[in-house]
């Protein structure tokens, strides 16, 4: 007889098993794992007194349209070696999502590699996501730093520029207030504020940490990048660049560089710039109708549409009213609407993130509809770009 599985918060004992079951399952340990511990929600499968799979998840509003939007947010999730193969990862995604869907959670974010597996359960990557490398010293010559005062720390000021920015873009999270200490602790990352002169409050922030690098020298990993004008960007480029003799190359990490060709259009060769291509987060709609209803919305757009939504097995579909009007939405199921715009349940998800720039990019990605309607849609969510600035 087939041992029963059971989903639980993990406790003491059991984290310790989990603890080591991560490192096991992912060949290296995963720190998160004891950091987070307090702050998150630790759900594990134990199947015969072992524990077999688990995840950490917390509930944090994700910017969309310039409002947070209540998302389940999944890290370090892992299954033992031996029980892969057996939709064990499937039911222990539900299980993480379960506890915040019940506090509230409309969407669900994750980063993965496994893009084609996430994709059968109702996940979608609503952009790409890359490391890039660089060499300090073609930052020292592509960039001036201007005049701006640079000071070591997180002030007030330069956190509320941080969460201002952030609802420039969709996908940026309404951190937690354990955020900072956990990327510090995490990263060993510092970080500096840029004020321009007579300035009060900064206009840009940048997190990085320093690791050793055995046949560079020192290599500086940039984990955040915030900048509020273009004079403060070129400055953060080129503190980046003289930061230390020591410091042969820049990494930004996938959160580290808003996706803007800053770097393409400064640098004077192309070739100096090295683009390695890292596993993409990946959001689910639990909620289509909530989730409409929290987003945040343009206020010059008045339409009303009706579309379709394919279910996520695409067997079956549902029509709807789609109204959006003075920065307000409503999603309405209607059994009779006139539809003039189809999705699949992933393509409604992609324009919901405002993956789609244009017409041609959603037709290329199959969405069917009329071409006034479909422009009008993309409209209503292409003014952001896509960018989720936290890993976990």
């Not at 702050?39 to 015969?48: K, L, M």
């Not at 995840?55 to 031996?82: D, I, K, M, Y």
């Not at 800053?262 to 060769?269: G, N």
Request: hydrophobic share 40%; charged share 20%.
């Amino acid at each position: 007889m087939t041992e029963r599985t059971l989903y639980i918060q993990a406790e003491r004992g059991l984290l310790d098993e989990y603890d080591n079951l991560a490192t096991r399952s992912y060949g290296h340990p995963v720190p998160a794992v004891r950091q987070l511990a307090c702050h998150v929600d630790t759900r594990i499968a134990v199947r015969g007194g072992k524990v077999v799979a688990g995840g950490l998840g917390f509930l944090a509003g994700q910017h969309f349209g310039g409002r947070p939007v209540p998302t389940a947010c999944l890290g370090s999730g892992c299954v033992a070696p031996e029980e892969r193969g057996q939709q064990l990862a499937v039911r222990m995604l539900e299980e993480r999502i379960r506890p915040l869907r019940d506090q509230g959670a409309v969407l669900a974010t994750v980063w993965t590699a496994l893009t084609g597996y996430a994709r059968r359960m109702d996940w979608h990557a609503p952009a790409p996501a890359a490391t890039w490398e660089v060499a300090a010293d073609a930052l020292h010559r592509a960039f001036d730093p201007g005049d701006l005062r640079i000071e070591h720390g997180v002030s007030p000021a330069g956190e509320a520029l941080r969460a201002a920015l952030a609802r420039d873009w969709n996908g940026p999270l309404s951190r937690p207030t354990w955020w900072g200490d956990f990327l510090r602790e995490h990263h060993d990352a510092q970080t500096y504020e840029f004020t321009p002169p007579h300035a009060d409050a900064p206009s840009g922030q940048l997190t990085l940490a320093t690791t050793r690098d055995p046949e560079r020298g020192a290599r500086l990993s940039v984990h955040g990048f915030w900048a509020a004008e273009p004079a403060t960007a070129t400055a953060m480029m080129a503190f980046l660049g003289r930061w230390d003799t020591r410091v042969t190359t820049v990494q930004f990490q996938r959160t580290g560089l808003l996706p803007f060709p800053l770097l393409l259009h400064h640098l004077p060769r192309s070739t100096s710039l090295v683009t390695h291509a890292q596993p993409p987060w990946m959001l689910r709609i639990l909620d289509l109708e909530q989730a409409v209803r929290l987003r945040g919305w343009p206020g010059d757009v008045d339409l009303r549409v009706g579309v379709e939504i394919g279910s996520p097995d695409g067997t079956e579909s549902g029509t709807y009213l789609l109204e959006i009007s003075k920065g307000q939405a409503e999603l309405t199921p209607a059994p009779a609407p006139e539809v003039e715009v189809v999705f699949t349940r992933g393509q409604f998800t992609l324009w919901y993130a405002g993956a789609f720039r244009s017409v041609a990019a959603a037709r290329l990605a199959g969405v069917c509809g009329e071409p006034q309607s479909l422009a009008a849609l993309i409209g209503a969510t292409c003014e952001r770009e896509p960018w989720l600035t936290e890993h976990f």
